[in-house]
């Protein structure tokens, strides 16, 4: 599965996102920046890691930008943070000092596309781990600290990261839909029948009382 989401953030102040599936991890990565922000350290530069069920949020700070990415947890950490470095050096690059002070999703309809690129190259392509090996273009991630987010983001109870979990609802959804269509046109069916053979008894029964009446099988005495 590969890297799912990416931001760019200048402290809490998102400049940047794009999402590859759908899922609450924007929210989840907003709570994160806030938790990373508070404190006498939020301007140090850190690699850290959360990790939450089997994905897990990658964060590089670097100079009072953000970079974060959530991949899947058997993606390693090799190359989510070598994609770090690459978003990293990309949008300082691109927009140099209008990053102090663009206001919130500034540059996301521009660098949103970029995001998308180099998550799908990051994820897909084999030889993205090999060339930054030989490159040596990824900082040594020295002290990653990996911890559980739920520790990270222990206000307010557990949070539920919601990944892939929106389309197993929207198929439940159509196979309900298709339960509930197909249990209508069989109640239908069902109605049609006990319609037809009531109508079926109420004929016979009348034939009986006008056969008693008529004192016989071919009614002669009632059409006289």
Partial sequence: ???????????????????????????????????????????????????HDRYVFHVKRTDGLTVLCMADDAFGRMIPFAFLEDIH????????RAILSSPAYAMNDEFSRILSQQMDYYSNDPNADRLNR???????????????????????????????????????????????????????????????????VFIVVSYIILAFLCRGPLLTNCLR
Avoid: P
Avoid at 6 to 12: H, I, K, L, P
Avoid at 167 to 174: D, F, P
């Fill in 89 to 96: 050096k990309k949008f300082v690059k691109t927009y140099g």
């Fill in 134 to 200: 030989l490159k040596g273009e990824m900082t040594q991630v020295r002290t990653v600290m990996v911890d559980n987010i739920e520790k990270v983001l222990e206000r307010g109870g557990r949070l539920e990261l919601l990944v892939e979990k929106t389309s197993a609802m929207n198929n439940n959804s159509i196979r309900f839909r298709k339960h509930s269509r197909r249990y209508k046109n069989n109640l239908w069916w069902s109605n049609v029948r006990l319609t037809v053979a009531l109508i079926i």
């Fill in 1 to 51: 599965m590969g890297i799912l989401y990416g931001m760019v953030a200048r402290g809490e102040v998102v400049l940047a996102e794009f999402s590859a599936t759908q899922s609450n991890a924007s929210v989840v990565a907003k709570q994160i920046l806030s938790k990373i922000n508070v404190g006498d350290d939020n301007n140090k530069d850190s690699n850290v890691s959360f990790s």
